[in-house]
């Protein structure tokens, strides 16, 4: 059965730098979807994206995040500059009913 | 504005005890779809089921069973003889087709030997 892949499932990063998390749809999907969820809270939509762009994003995903598709594979959410405040397990989520990645939880230092 | 409301943020019963997780939400959407998900200490979500808003039978999966009643907006979840393997956090959410997911808060479920 086809699944989710993202990588890495760790990344500890120090604050300021930028990092890029990356996953691996299920290939005839044409839905994408990333959601963070904080240690110990609920998990909440960052955003979704379909015919290579962004079709809704939520309130925190601010100008400090980014997404895009860049090779037809890959969909990839960036940090461009992490706060401590960004450490959280983001999930990366494809197709229409949404199957869910394993996660990558990130920690900034 | 969608809403999941998991009022039980902790519960803790003993093993072969049944559970019941409430799940209330908040939706103008006629068409709707509610979603349970499990997640153990590994950290993953796993999918344990969808319901769409036109479907109020019950659902039963092995030990696990949903009660939908639209009348009072819950979408409750039941674990029948509960194991040890049972313990996580369980998440209700509500959604659409091609749309966001809105989770509730979880509720930790500890199942003692």
């Known amino acids: 059965e086809p699944e989710v892949t993202q990588t890495p499932s760790h990344q500890v990063t120090q604050m300021g730098q930028e990092v890029i998390l990356r996953c691996v749809p299920i290939?005839?999907?044409?839905?994408f979807y990333w959601y963070r969820q904080i240690l110990g809270q609920k998990v909440e939509f960052l955003v979704s994206?379909?015919?290579?762009?962004?079709?809704?994003k939520s309130e925190i995903f601010d100008d400090q995040f980014s997404v895009e598709r860049p090779d037809g594979s890959n969909f990839t959410l960036k940090i461009r500059s992490t706060k401590l405040e960004d450490s959280a397990m983001y999930f990366c989520?494809?197709?229409?009913?949404?199957?869910f990645g394993p996660g990558t939880r990130l920690t900034v230092t | 504005a969608q809403k999941v409301t998991q009022a039980q943020t902790e519960i803790s019963v003993v093993e072969k005890e049944d559970v019941t997780l409430d799940c209330v939400y908040e939706?103008?959407?006629?068409?709707?779809?509610l979603f349970w998900y499990k997640q153990p200490p590994s950290g993953e979500l796993v999918f344990l089921i969808r319901?769409?808003?036109?479907?109020?039978q019950n659902e039963i999966s092995g030990r696990y069973s949903w009660n939908f009643q639209k009348s009072t907006s819950s979408f409750n979840f039941t674990i029948t003889a509960s194991q040890v393997v049972d313990s996580a956090v369980y998440f209700c959410?509500?959604?659409?087709?091609?749309?966001?997911?809105?989770f509730g808060k979880g509720t930790r479920l500890h199942i003692l030997p």
């Open positions: 989520a494809s197709g229409e009913w949404q199957y």
């Open positions: 290939s005839n999907h044409l839905y």
């Open positions: 939706t103008r959407d006629t068409t709707y779809y």
């Open positions: 994206f379909y015919n290579n762009e962004i079709s809704e």
């Open positions: 319901r769409n808003s036109f479907d109020e």
């Open positions: 959410a509500l959604g659409n087709r091609d749309d966001k997911i809105i």
